[in-house]
């Protein structure tokens, strides 16, 4: 009997010097969104599951862009797995930068085909899957609801133009009592206010490039959408609007302080959310305006999880990713944050499920929006590109950068709109013409 107890003992010992020899840690870089945050949370799950343990590196948005993108490129192997979006994944899985997921396929309980199938495509490349959702999302119009009914303006139940938007700002603009008529991005960078403006110059019947890729930032189609930003934002948004951008202009529409705010899909959860919000139930949505025309008006973006190619530790890093964007993990939000607070736009098993469209009605609402926007036809004139509030192309992210400092400088009075736009369209074509783009 002793002997058997001693076997046991050994045995346990083993056992567990073996979980921990195969025990790893992972390094994570993260925006700071709150559906990231909730993740955190929920990780040491994972951790007491597997016996790994993650080294989270929260940053800023602008800045993880900055880190990741410097890592990569370079193979410095800081990260096992990387948060990256619709713009990043095709061009760096293509790059060879990206360890490919095409094994979740073989996967019957992780089942990739229930991810919507724009979603996977916006994370792919050459047939490969690079990286895998957490949530996905266009942009509409957030509005106070009881901020409307005290001003007496209707909400719209159709796209409206941005020139009644501005009407309709103007109206429920009260700052003596702390309320904006609207908070849009202000913060300069490809992912920040340019996200807001892409979209806002499509409307206009701009476009970034021509057929020919030639720049087109200086087109009276630009200067009119950048034009009515900058007076729009400097009428009607809140002070220091140029340091703004989505995580800024949501906590200031959670605490009451907008009346509109046109952006993300995926922040409804949170606005919409009693544990986070002050203005849970008074809040509603329309579509983002028009003008010109309506395509493009709409982004559409997706924040996913993808593993560096230069990770040594792949399996570890494979697993956290089917665990986090798995079904299961989107109902653990469910049980322990709300339904409310499930990330949405990534897969048709949760936008069915009777317990978040009792929690968030509008989460079909957001679905069809999402799955309404065309990448491929984001513009009133024909372009050589997909994308809609970016060019999938690897010089965007430098060109949309400068172009967004430019047009940050104008909003706070340093340059004129003319002068911001004569300064981008002279970026672009230097680094257009650098690529080989043009001659």
Aim: proline letters at 5%; glycine letters at 8%; aromatic letters at 12%.
């Amino acid at each position: 009997m002793k002997l058997k107890r001693k076997l046991i003992a050994a045995t346990a010992v083993a056992s567990l010097l073996s979980v921990g020899a195969q025990a790893d840690e992972i390094t994570v870089a993260t925006v700071n969104n709150a559906d990231m945050i909730v993740m955190q949370k929920l990780a040491p799950q994972w951790e007491k599951a597997t016996g790994n343990t993650i080294n989270w590196v929260v940053l800023e948005e602008n800045v993880l862009r900055q880190r990741t993108t410097q890592d990569i490129a370079t193979k410095g192997g800081s990260f096992d797995i990387i948060f990256i979006g619709a713009y990043e994944a095709p061009i760096w899985g293509a790059n060879g930068w990206l360890t490919s997921l095409n094994d979740f396929g073989d996967d019957a309980e992780y089942d990739v085909n229930d991810i919507f199938q724009l979603v996977r495509n916006g994370l792919s490349a050459k047939d490969n899957l690079y990286a895998v959702p957490l949530y996905s999302e266009t942009s509409f119009t957030f509005y106070r609801t009881d901020v409307f009914k005290a001003a007496g303006v209707e909400a719209p139940t159709e796209q409206i133009t941005y020139t009644e938007f501005r009407d309709i700002v103007s109206k429920v603009h009260d700052p003596d009592n702390g309320v904006y008529g609207t908070c849009q991005r202000g913060k300069a960078g490809w992912g920040e206010n340019m996200a807001f403006i892409g979209p806002l110059a499509n409307a206009f019947g701009a476009r970034w490039f021509d057929m020919n890729w030639n720049p087109q930032l200086d087109s009276p189609e630009w200067n009119a959408a950048v034009t009515y930003y900058v007076d729009l934002m400097n009428k009607y948004g809140p002070p220091g609007a140029s340091a703004n951008g989505h995580n800024e202009n949501r906590a200031l529409f959670k605490d009451g302080k907008c009346a509109t705010w046109v952006d993300a899909t995926s922040a409804a959860n949170d606005v919409r959310n009693p544990k986070t919000s002050t203005v849970a139930d008074k809040t509603d949505f329309f579509k983002a305006p028009k003008q010109a025309t309506a395509k493009g008006t709409g982004w559409f973006w997706s924040w996913a999880l993808a593993i560096p190619a230069t990770s040594k530790k792949v399996d570890a890093a494979k697993d956290f990713l089917k665990w986090g964007t798995s079904k299961k993990y989107f109902e653990m939000v469910g049980e322990t944050e709300g339904w409310v607070a499930v990330p949405s736009g990534t897969r048709q098993s949760v936008h069915e499920d009777p317990r978040l469209l009792e929690a968030a009605p509008f989460a079909a609402t957001i679905k069809d929006a999402i799955l309404s926007v065309d990448p491929a036809d984001p513009s009133l004139l024909p372009v050589p590109y997909t994308g809609v509030q970016f060019v999938a192309i690897p010089e965007f992210q430098g060109i949309g950068n400068y172009v967004g400092q430019q047009i940050s400088a104008a909003l706070v009075g340093q340059q004129s709109v003319e002068t911001a736009l004569a300064n981008s369209q002279k970026f672009a074509v230097r680094e257009m013409t650098k690529a080989g783009y043009i001659k």
